[in-house]
Structures are given as C-alpha cells and as structure tokens.
C-alpha cells in the first residue's frame, strides 16, 4: 500500500501545530510530509539575520524542523538546541551581537551559505535532526508582506494605510483589508510544486490568517500548482482571532481563502466546536468553497487558544486514513 502524501502550508506556530499533529499519526497511516513555509518574516532574530546577511529568514523554517524531529534521545536534544536563544551576556563593552539569535537561525543561515541553496541546507538540517518529513520554503527568494490597514491611527479611524512588513502587518492596531506579496510574483520553489503534484492531502492552517497562510496563495506558481493537484484539500480553522484578524468571524477566514484564490476548492474544514459558537455561518462559508464541515475538540485542556497536537492529531487520523 503506497503512502499517504501530505503538503502542509503555514509558518510560525501554527504550521508547528499542525505537523505536531500530524508527526503523532505518521507512523499509524504511512504519511509522508512535506512542509512549504512562508519566507516572509522580518521580526526578532529572523529579521536580524536578513537585514544583515541576506537570504531566506530562517525562524519558521527552523519551527517546522524542530516540529518534525525524531524521537532519538540524540534528536530531542539537537531540536532543544535548534531552539535555544542566546541570552545578553552582560559583559564586555560592545552590543551583544548573539543576544536573541536561536541557535537553529544561525545554523540554518550557515548551512544556506556553505551548500549556496536553501534547499539543501533545509535537507542536511532535516538529517541532523532526523525529521521525519520534509521542509521546503514557498521561494528560494525572501518576500516583504505589505497590508492595506483600515485605523491604524486611532484617531483616523476610517484613514487608509499601508503597513509595510510581516512583522508589522502581524501587530498591526488596525483592521487589515487586503494583503499582497513584494515582488507581486517570486518564483516558487519548484520542489513544493511538484509536492503539491504529488500529494493526496493538502492542509492548510492554523496559523496566522495574513501573514502564514495566504501568502502562499499569493505566488502564483503555488496558487496554480495547489488549483490543479489531484489532491484533497483541508483547512483547520485558529482558535481564536489575532491581533492581525481583528474583526473577522470565523466564517470570514473561510471567505478570505476564497477571495485570494476563487478557484479553491476545499473538501474539509476543521473546527474546534467551542471556537466556531453557531456553527451555521461557518458551515455556509465552508459549502461555498466545496467543504464538509467538521467540528471536533481540538484546543488544549487548559483553556488556552492554542491546538493540543495529539487531539488534532486523533481528530486527523479517521480524515487521512478515510481510504485505507
């Protein structure tokens, strides 16, 4: 029985969520992974290290490494040391340069220079650590996220502006109303389009609406390799809303994939029930983009708006496996 082939698309958390998840029931189905992250960032040590040196931003590029890790004693250690982030030492006279770098982004942006392509460099990490699956970045090309935000003077409530970077985009007091990518059209990185050719399920979220999941429906290469695979596509819905999504129902989050991309087609939307409330509205928004909706507990037990990857994971296992 050949493998189940699985393309995940996101960044930051929420993609680390979502392979957390599925990491915990590859073994159970035959999965095969694949992750396409966002290289959009321009925050913290991520944002540091490509204004310094050029190149991709390493940090949700190592967050999807270190979600896929192996279970080696020898594996867990090198992921507790991907993601450890230098302290300010305190001493000598000068700045600390390695204050708030994590050890993985600096390994990753060595690895980038030493092999000259960041495909390969992600292979090697993915080694080191074990992984079990495959990260690959949306574009070899770094990209700037740049939003058209509604109020971001609270005293200019109805003034139009445009915010400039992930970072910024992501933190924005604003209420964002469209979202593109500079350049407009950066090439994809063809190892995630013939992925995408390849796969029998797409999975697309949690994570941050504008800045981690959209993006990749703003390359046109990936927008057009995602349209016309064979596979089965599914949407796993945030728990709560961010900073960046601020008056968006659950139902609009749905609608904003449609808008970017009018010819997606989604079979499967997945929702914790306490999150989605009525489900009326969500379940309309799911028809219109071809979508069963599928209500299940998947947030943590302690309350917070974060996904629990072994419920996510139980709640993935009967959707993956339908044909088994």
């Known amino acids: 029985m050949s493998r189940i082939k699985v393309v995940a698309f996101g960044g930051g958390r929420g993609l680390a969520a979502s392979l957390g998840a ?3 029931c590859a073994a159970e189905l035959d999965l095969e992974l694949t992750a396409v992250v966002t290289v959009g960032d321009d925050g913290g040590s991520s944002g540091r290290l490509r204004a310094q040196r050029g190149g991709l931003p390493p940090g949700d590029l190592r967050k999807a490494l270190v979600a896929l890790a192996g279970d080696r004693p020898l594996h867990r250690h090198s992921a507790r040391l991907f993601e450890h982030r230098f302290a300010a030492a305190g001493v000598g006279p000068g ?8 050890v993985g982004n600096l390994l990753l942006c060595g690895l980038m220079e030493l092999l000259g392509d960041p495909v390969a460099a992600l292979d090697h990490a993915a080694s080191m650590l074990n992984a079990v699956g495959r990260v690959l ?3 070899r090309e770094p990209v700037g996220i740049e939003a058209r935000v509604r109020g971001v003077d609270p005293l200019r409530p109805d003034e139009v502006s445009i915010v400039r970077g ?5 933190s ?3 209420h964002v109303e469209s979202v593109r990518l500079t350049p407009a059209a950066p ?7 013939t992925a995408i050719g390849e796969a029998d399920w797409l999975v697309f979220g949690p994570g941050s609406w504008y800045t981690s999941v959209l993006p990749h429906l703003l390359v046109p290469g990936l927008a057009a390799a995602i349209v016309t695979s064979p596979a089965r596509r599914l949407v796993t819905l945030n728990l ?3 900073q960046e999504t601020l008056g968006l129902s659950v139902a609009d989050h749905l609608a904003a994939l449609r808008w970017y991309l009018p010819e997606l087609k989604v079979d499967l939307v997945l929702a914790d029930g306490k999150m989605v409330g009525d489900p009326t509205p969500v379940q309309g928004a799911a028809e219109s983009l071809g979508a069963r909706l599928l209500l299940a507990q998947i947030a943590r037990a302690d309350g917070s708006a974060r996904h629990d990857p072994a419920a996510l ?3 993935l296992v009967p959707v993956l496996g339908a044909d088994r």
């Open 240 to 242: 709560a809303t961010d």
């Open 313 to 315: 994971g139980a709640a």
């Open 187 to 193: 090439a994809p990185c063809a190892e995630a389009v």
């Open 22 to 24: 599925l990491r915990g």
């Open 137 to 139: 970045p949306m574009s």
């Open 95 to 102: 700045p600390d340069e390695l204050a708030g770098h994590a």
């Open 166 to 170: 992930q970072h910024q985009v992501a």
């Open 172 to 174: 924005t007091p604003g």
